[in-house]
């Protein structure tokens, strides 16, 4: 039997797109024609950041990841994505945020520490950042474990996946901004996040990501038991707030995204 690397996020977004990958090493018995392409492999399952995964792709050390959608298009020449399936969401995510210590958003800062994890996240907030204020801050690479001890009144901070869900739930003395929240404001649009994505020399079915992702909604009681937020908080979230499906909208939105990076330089 052939086997795959799939590099797959811990975060709560993106169980339901790789349960599957999981579930068949599980080797748990499961209705046969709903697995027809997943279980022809085998699969080695390396979990990590998005952009760890993508440093991990280009060197030939998985075959598959979930990676960040900014370094799918930005790295063209050597990769393919799957654009049916992808973490998207329509005016709000809620695990991406940028973090300020006061309610003044519409004032800038001059410093913005920005978690390393997610390099679509950074991408889009430099774009919106510019968009708001037409200036850009000095910007700082930091863990997400670090930003809020960083951030003062003249500084702000860029949190995502499941940190950043922990602010959502417990702000403390913090406020923020939804990224998805911020970029619908400007185009009306949903935001892509994140897809499957590898190298384009690689064959094989790409159905095994509809059938992982079918599996996933099947088993979607399994994954919300899972998680250690509210039962109530993770059903919404998973339900209402994340979906998965690449449809026209998204396919627009990820257009101006890549166009609005170009014309910035960031891409």
């Known amino acids: 039997m052939k ?97 300020k210590k006061d309610q003044h958003f519409h004032i800038p800062v001059k410093k913005i520490y920005l978690d390393i994890s997610s390099r679509t996240s950074i991408a889009l907030l430099k774009i919106l950042y510019y968009k708001t204020f037409q200036k850009t801050p000095e910007y700082v690479l930091e863990l997400p474990e670090n930003i809020l001890k960083k951030i003062d009144q003249d500084s702000a901070g860029l949190i995502i996946g499941d940190p950043a869900i922990d602010l959502y739930l417990k ?3 913090f406020y923020f901004r939804d990224l998805a929240s911020w970029w619908y404001e400007f185009t009306k649009l949903p935001f892509v996040f994140g897809v499957w994505s590898y190298s384009k020399d690689l064959e094989f079915p790409t159905e095994i990501f509809e059938e992982s992702y079918q599996l996933g909604l099947e088993h ?5 038991e899972s998680s250690h937020y509210p039962k109530k908080y993770t059903v919404t979230y998973l339900s209402k707030i994340i979906y998965y499906r690449i449809s026209e909208q998204e396919k627009k939105s990820i257009q101006l995204f890549e166009k609005t990076l170009k014309e910035m330089d960031l891409l």
């Open 171 to 173: 702000p403390n003395s």
């Open 3 to 99: 086997s795959l690397r799939i590099g797959t996020v811990k975060y709560l977004n993106s169980k339901i797109l790789s349960y599957g990958f999981y579930l068949i090493n599980s080797k748990l018995t499961i209705q046969n024609d709903k697995v027809k392409n997943l279980s022809k492999f085998q699969y080695t399952l390396i979990e990590n950041t998005p952009s760890k995964l993508v440093e991990l792709l280009l060197e030939e050390k998985i075959d598959i990841g979930l990676i960040s959608t900014v370094e799918a298009l930005k790295n063209k020449d050597k990769l393919s994505y799957y654009p049916h399936l992808g973490i998207c969401s329509f005016k709000e995510v809620q695990s991406i945020l940028y973090i």
């Open 220 to 224: 979607i009681e399994e994954i919300i």
